[in-house]
């Protein structure tokens, strides 16, 4: 990634405030002493200890399965995945249409808290501007957030890697799709515009190309996220299921 210096990346990414609660990202100047005492991303994608103090993915996990009502960590940590994707792509992805430049979101720098609710509360330490372009979304996100995430998960659940790559690629597409609506019902078409192509750079990237089909905003999974293994829950918009299955106990993971 090249470091540019961007002027229009305002220190407080005000901008991102009007896209909606996904695309917030709090930064420096909103630091409080509570936020300063969160883990960092980079925290919860190590190892968790053997008494499990520390590891921050369980407890997210644990959050989740709660407020779902369900038994099954799986399902709880796909959820808990695809949410914490869908706000990383969405800050990532609004910056870089909005601002034509993204803040570095490397795992040092944001912090989290694993017992909030949805959406995931994220702080930036530091804003430092970059190009916006998809190779570098796909550096920071991808590669930076996404493969360790999704390796830390499936070393402590039973979560096929197409599963992870499916709800990376969902998350991905309906921030873009937000972005499409946001921009066309405020005049911004060049905001949609910029979302949608860099959406479909990304889509087309190893780690995420055969995830799923895109066509215009809409985009079509090949796997399931288990949304519809929780009490009370069906598939999603873009499930690759057009009815809850009955018998299966996995979801398809190519």
Sequence with gaps: MVLLHVV??????????RLGGFFVLRTAGEADRSLRSLPTLAQAYGPGRPDGQGDFLTSRVRRVA??????????????????????????ALGSAAVYGAVPDLAPPLLRWDPEGSAPDDLWLSEV?????????LADMVLRGHLEPLAAALRARHRLAPGLLRGNAASALAGAARELDRWGRGHGRTDVAARAASL??????????SGTGTLTGT???????????????GGVCGDCCF?????????APSA
């Design 128 to 136: 430092r501007p970059l190009t916006g372009d998809a190779p570098t």
């Design 242 to 250: 057009p009815r809850p299955p009955r018998s299966s106990p996995r």
């Design 199 to 208: 959406a479909r750079a990304l889509l087309a990237h190893p780690l995420l």
């Design 218 to 232: 809409a985009f079509r999974r090949r796997s399931c996220c288990l949304y519809y293994r929780v009490p009370g």
């Design 66 to 91: 709660a407020a779902l009502r369900t038994p099954e960590t799986r399902v709880a940590a796909s959820v808990a995945q695809q949410a914490l994707a869908a706000r990383l792509w969405s800050v």
């Design 8 to 17: 229009d990346l305002d220190p407080g990414l005000t901008a991102l405030h």
